[in-house]
C-alpha cells in the first residue's frame, strides 16, 4: 500500500537525531518508498523533532501549522498528506501533540523508532490518526536499516541516553538512560563500513566517555576507540565528550592511534565553579583546564571546540568574565554559544531567575565577539600549511567551490575548475594548500597528490 508513495524528513537538532533519520529512511526505502527532497513533492512528511531548548519546539510548530497550506501532490496514492512527527518532543508529548495539531497523523516517540514503518502501515490501511510512545528499553536498539547521506560518512552510535542529568537538561528525560551497544557489534559495524567504502566514522552518543558501564567485561571507551582504529578507516571523530569522565587513557589515543582525528568537542558550559555546580556538571574550570593541557601534551595541534550555556539562572557579571576568560585562554576553533532555556521539569526550572534578558542578550552578545576573535585566531594558524580534506560537495549550491573538512575539523573551500571534478572529489581525501583563514572557514587550493 505504502510502495511508490514519496516521503521527505525534515530533522532538527542534533547528530543522534540526524543518524535516527538516516534509520527512518532506510526503513522507508526498504518498503519501496521513495525519499525526496521537499514537503511539497511528499505524501509522507516526518518530522525528527528536538526540545533541548525551546526555539526547537517553536520551529517544529510553525513547521507543522505551515503545512496546512502546502496542497497535496497531484500524483498522491492516498488523496492527502501524511503528518508525522518523531523524535525527542514526539517522546516528550505523545497524544497531547496529536490532540494539539488536527492535521497531524501519527506521533512516534525515540523508544519506538523501529516501530515506525508498521505504525504508519497501521494509520494509512486503517484510517486512524495514533500516537504511540514507549516508556524506556533495556537494550540498544539496532537492527534498523539505514540509508546514509554521504556514502563515504557513517555515524555510528555507541550508547543511547544519558544518566548525567545536568540541571538545565531534558536529554536523560527523552532519551532515557544510557544503554552501551555491545562491543562485538562496533567493531563489526566499523569493519563492514570500511568493506562499504566509508572514509570517516563518527562515533556517537550523549557521553561517549561513559562507555561500557552497563556492559558485562566492561570494554570501556578507550577499547572502542582502539577496535575501531583497528578497522583501517580513514578518519574517526567522536561526539560527545563529558569532561567529568574524559579518561587519561583516551587522551592518549591522540598521541597513539592515527586515525584518531586531532580535534575534540569537550563542552565546557561554564567557566565558573558556582554555575558548574549549580548545572551538576561534576568538575570544575581548573580539571577542565588541566584536561586541555594534557590533549595538548599528546596531540600538540589539537584542535578544540566547545558550548557554552549563557544565563544560566544565577549567573552573575563576574561568572560569565570567567566564562570569557576560559574562552581567550583556551583558543577554541568553534564554540556554540547559547542561551539558557528553561525546560520544564528539569531541576535548574525551580531555580530563580532574575538576570534580566537584556542583560543575557548583552552577555551573548560579548562572548560572541570573543568566539569570532579566537575562531579566526585559531584559524591563521593554519595559513600556508598543507591539509587533508575530505570533499563533500559545493560550498554553495551553483557554484563551483567545493567544500569539504581538514583534519581538524575545519571547514575548508577551494575552487575547482569544472562541474565534474567537484563531483569526482566528493568523498576523496585531497591535499590542499592553506592560503587564507576566515572566522568559521579555511580558503585553500587542490595541490597534486
Ligand atoms: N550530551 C551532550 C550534548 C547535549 S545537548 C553534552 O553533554 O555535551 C547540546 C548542548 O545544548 C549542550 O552542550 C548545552 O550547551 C546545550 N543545552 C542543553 N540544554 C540546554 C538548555 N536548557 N538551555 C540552553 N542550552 C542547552
Ligand atoms: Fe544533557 Fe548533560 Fe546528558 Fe549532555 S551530559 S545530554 S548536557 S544531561
Not at 519506538?112 to 484510517?127: A, D, I, R, S, Y
Amino acid at each position: 500500500m505504502l510502495s511508490g508513495a514519496t516521503f521527505c524528513i525534515t530533522t532538527f537538532g542534533c547528530q543522534m537525531n540526524k543518524h535516527d533519520s538516516e534509520r527512518v529512511s532506510g526503513m522507508l526505502q526498504k518498503l519501496g518508498l521513495v525519499p525526496v527532497d521537499t514537503v511539497a513533492d511528499s505524501d509522507i512528511t516526518v518530522f525528527m523533532t528536538c526540545c533541548v531548548r525551546e526555539k526547537a519546539d517553536e520551529r517544529l510548530l510553525g513547521q507543522v501549522a505551515s503545512m496546512k497550506n502546502t496542497p497535496v501532490r497531484k500524483e498522491s496514492p492516498f488523496g492527502k498528506r501524511y503528518v508525522c512527527i518523531g523524535g525527542c518532543i514526539g517522546q516528550r508529548d505523545g497524544q497531547a501533540l496529536l490532540d494539539q495539531l488536527g492535521h497531524v497523523d501519527l506521533v512516534f516517540g525515540t523508544h519506538n523508532l523501529n516501530e515506525f514503518p508498521l505504525l504508519l502501515q497501521e494509520c494509512v490501511e486503517e484510517g486512524i490518526r495514533q500516537a504511540s510512545v514507549r516508556d524506556g528499553r533495556a537494550d540498544f536498539p539496532d537492527n534498523m536499516p539505514e540509508s546514509r547521506e554521504h556514502a563515504w560518512a557513517a555515524w555510528l552510535p555507541i550508547t543511547v541516553g544519558c544518566n548525567n542529568f545536568c540541571s538545565y537538561c531534558v536529554v536523560p528525560y527523552v532519551r532515557g538512560r544510557e544503554i552501551s551497544r555491545p562491543f562485538e557489534e562496533i567493531a563489526t559495524l566499523a569493519q563492514t563500513y570500511v568493506a562499504e567504502g566509508v572514509k570517516e566514522i563518527t562515533l556517537l552518543g550523549q557521553n561517549v566517555n561513559s562507555y561500557g558501564r552497563d556492559l558485562y567485561g566492561k570494554p570501556r571507551f578507550d577499547d572502542v576507540l582502539d577496535a575501531v582504529s583497528a578497522s583501517g578507516v580513514d578518519r574517526i571523530r567522536f561526539a560527545t565528550s563529558h569532561p567529568k569522565d574524559l579518561t587519561d587513557s583516551v587522551i592518549e589515543r591522540f598521541a597513539t592511534l592515527n586515525n584518531l582525528m586531532p580535534a575534540l568537542h569537550l563542552p565546557i558550559q561554564s567557566g565558573s565553579d558556582v554555575i558548574l555546580q549549580a548545572m551538576n556538571r561534576n568538575y570544575s574550570a581548573k580539571h577542565y583546564l588541566d584536561l586541555i593541557e594534557k590533549l595538548r601534551q599528546a596531540r600538540p595541534d589539537i584542535a578544540l571546540s566547545t558550548d557554552i550555556i549563557v544565563g544560566f539562572p544565577g549567573e552573575t557579571e563576574d561568572d560569565f568574565l570567567q566564562t570569557c576568560e576560559i574562552v581567550e585562554q583556551v583558543g577554541y576553533t568553534q564554540v556554540f554559544t547559547f542561551i539558557y532555556s528553561k525546560r520544564a521539569n528539569t531541576p535548574a526550572a525551580e531555580l530563580v531567575d532574575n538576570t534580566p534578558r537584556e542583560v543575557i542578550l548583552e552577555r551573548f552578545e560579548r562572548l560572541r565577539t570573543i568566539v569570532e576573535n579566537g575562531a579566526l585566531a585559531a584559524n591563521k594558524t593554519y595559513e600556508g600549511q598543507r591539509r587533508e580534506v575530505l570533499f563533500e560537495g559545493a560550498a554553495k549550491k551553483g557554484t563551483l567551490v567545493a567544500a569539504g573538512k581538514s583534519e581538524h575539523g575545519l571547514t575548508v573551500h577551494a575552487e575547482v575548475e569544472s562541474e565534474s571534478l567537484l563531483e569526482s572529489l566528493k568523498g576523496s581525501i585531497v591535499p590542499v594548500q592553506i592560503d587564507e583563514a576566515k572566522t568559521w572557514y579555511l580558503v585553500g587550493k587542490i595541490l597534486d597528490s
